[in-house]
């Protein structure tokens, strides 16, 4: 991967703080859901309910696929990824506990939240490894994509 996308793929996961990704359900439907992450470079972090379906999605497969991308009043303005990635638990104290301080530095001061943050024991925290990246820039014309292997 050269610099030049690699600084483009890191510049559009640093703009953003929200991406849907899908994993699979036992009966093998994709299920795509909607999560807050943060990132080191190219490797991603969500977090998720002990016992939520992604959880139990990503315990019998660890594949995923993510989106990432806004809204924009003017077509030649899209811009996202798409990324197919391996999603593995964090199961390092010190990476669990460094990943939720980085979840709310990426938000502005908020009013009030719904409680303090989870901590590592009351939530299941994944680490996205990219496979494939698939980045959108229709500046460069009409669904143009480049696509990276990592």
């Keep these: 991967?050269?610099?030049?996308?690699?600084?483009k793929i890191e510049t559009l996961l640093d703009?953003?703080?929200?991406?849907?990704?899908?994993?699979?359900?036992p009966d093998g439907w994709p299920q795509a859901?909607?999560?807050?992450?943060?990132?080191?470079g190219l490797t991603?972090?969500?977090l998720c309910g002990l016992d939520s379906q992604k959880a139990q999605n990503l315990a019998g497969d660890n594949r995923v696929s993510l989106t990432i991308d806004h809204d924009t009043s003017q077509v030649t303005e899209i811009t996202g990824l798409s990324?197919?990635?391996r999603a593995q638990p964090v199961t390092d104290q010190d990476e669990a506990e460094r990943v939720l301080k980085m979840l709310p530095e990426r938000y502005p001061p908020q009013a009030a939240l719904p409680g303090p943050?989870?901590?590592?024991?009351?939530?299941r925290i994944f680490r996205v490894m990219p496979t494939v990246i698939s980045v959108l820039d229709y500046s460069k014309g009409f669904?143009?994509?480049?696509?990276?292997?990592?």
């Design 1 to 7: 991967m050269d610099q030049q996308i690699r600084s």
């Design 15 to 25: 703009q953003h703080r929200i991406m849907t990704i899908a994993t699979l359900r």
């Design 33 to 40: 859901t909607t999560v807050g992450y943060v990132n080191e």
């Design 44 to 46: 991603l972090y969500f």
């Design 83 to 85: 990324m197919a990635a």
């Design 117 to 123: 943050m989870p901590t590592p024991e009351q939530v």
């Design 143 to 150: 669904g143009h994509t480049d696509l990276v292997t990592c």
